[in-house]
């Protein structure tokens, strides 16, 4: 399974709703989970299963979606939210999407 | 707690083989499974493959001819074995249980 994100890079400013998109080659089953990735730190897990939140994670991030078509929405940007972000699909085998880089406007 | 660590040669020469070692703590690999991802410099994740708790193996079919994954439960460790390496195999070798923990990352450099 192929997983497409978009889009690739993203501005937006402190206090935005922002909506990242994953889009997958055939239906996940909703075996999507979402990662955040600083520079120079190994990512780290938001979201699994489309809509659960991972333990430590704040509430505004959350995850919606069914068979091919997926979002992960911060409700309100904050600083510390400025990272690239991946899906990930275990489905069908194990693949990563090409990430999302969000920056500040 | 949870802990997992990589370990290896920060440099391989083109055409050998890279060995990395995963070290765990705080669980039993007969209980989870470990993944190997890898990235390069400024480009995204890759997932490379998994040892399974119960020891069987998955591979990125990409990379299925050269890599071979490999564990020592008495020492909870996996291993991470890949051939004919070249320069575009240069990354940070990451090791993660589930995605939710993950080692700091190796970072590979392939070159003569």
């Known amino acids: 399974i192929q997983l497409t994100q978009s889009p690739s890079l993203l501005s937006a400013s402190v206090g935005d709703r922002v909506t990242l998109s994953c889009k997958g080659s055939?239906?996940?089953?909703?075996?999507l989970a979402w990662y955040q990735q600083k520079l120079g730190e190994a990512p780290k897990l938001l979201i699994y299963k489309t809509n659960s939140l991972q333990t430590g994670i704040p509430s505004r991030f959350s995850g919606s979606g069914s068979g091919t078509d997926y979002t992960l929405t911060i409700s309100s940007l904050h600083s510390e939210d400025l990272a690239t972000y991946y899906c990930?699909?275990?489905?069908?085998?194990?693949?990563f999407g090409g990430g999302t880089k969000l920056e500040l406007k | 707690q949870v802990q997992l660590k990589e370990s290896g040669p920060g440099l391989v020469q083109p055409s050998q083989t890279l060995s990395l070692t995963c070290t765990v703590s705080?669980?039993?690999?007969?209980?989870?499974?470990v993944h190997w991802v890898r990235q390069p410099p400024g480009k995204g994740l890759e997932w490379m493959g998994r040892?399974?708790?119960?020891?069987?193996?998955y591979y990125n079919s990409a990379l299925k001819s050269r890599l071979s994954i490999s564990r020592d439960t008495s020492k909870s460790q996996v291993f991470l074995k890949m051939n004919s390496l070249q320069t575009e195999d240069t990354a940070i070798y990451y090791c993660?249980?589930?995605?939710?923990?993950w080692g700091q990352g190796t970072l590979v450099t392939v070159s003569s």
């Open positions: 993660t249980r589930g995605g939710a923990y």
């Open positions: 990930y699909q275990y489905n069908n085998g194990w693949t």
């Open positions: 055939q239906n996940i089953n909703n075996y």
């Open positions: 705080g669980f039993s690999l007969m209980d989870y499974s």
């Open positions: 040892m399974k708790y119960d020891g069987d193996t």
